[in-house]
């Protein structure tokens, strides 16, 4: 009996002695004080108290259109066909390009290639470019 009481008197002992240790670190660890809002970020706030009887909506935020998509111009410089797999020479935009099936420039994908035209796909367009 004196045996478990000892092993029951030294568990409670390193317990205390944990619990001890982890007060003392918290303790000592630094904090950072609580810093205050500032004028700017309470006045909306301010302007429409949250339980006040005359509380007015937020104001509206008009949105501006979003500005066209910059039209690409495209024109055919070039086709080859050898054994099931085409490529195309395209001039996108004043730069030359050479595409396969299924590749993309500017955001258009080569979806065709014809003897003398190709067919260009963005989202649901479809351009046929030829020569």
Do not use: C, H, Y
Not at 3 to 19: D, E, Y
Not at 86 to 102: M, N, P, S
Not at 110 to 118: H, S, T
Request: proline share 8%; aromatic share 4%; charged share 20%.
């Amino acid at each position: 009996m004196t045996l478990r009481l000892m092993i029951l008197l030294a568990i409670a002992a390193a317990l205390a002695g944990l619990t001890a240790w982890d007060f003392g670190q918290r303790a000592t660890r630094p904090t950072t004080p609580a810093t205050r809002p500032t004028a700017e970020a309470l006045a909306p706030a301010l302007e429409r108290p949250l339980f006040s009887p005359t509380r007015r909506p937020a104001p509206e935020t008009v949105k501006t259109p979003e500005a066209a998509p910059a039209t690409v111009t495209f024109r055919l410089l070039g086709v080859a066909q050898s054994d099931g797999v085409g490529v195309a020479v395209i001039e996108v935009d004043g730069a030359r390009v050479r595409l396969k099936r299924g590749q993309t420039v500017s955001g258009w994908r080569l979806a065709e290639i014809g003897a003398r035209r190709v067919v260009l796909m963005k989202d649901n367009n479809r351009k046929v470019v030829s020569f």
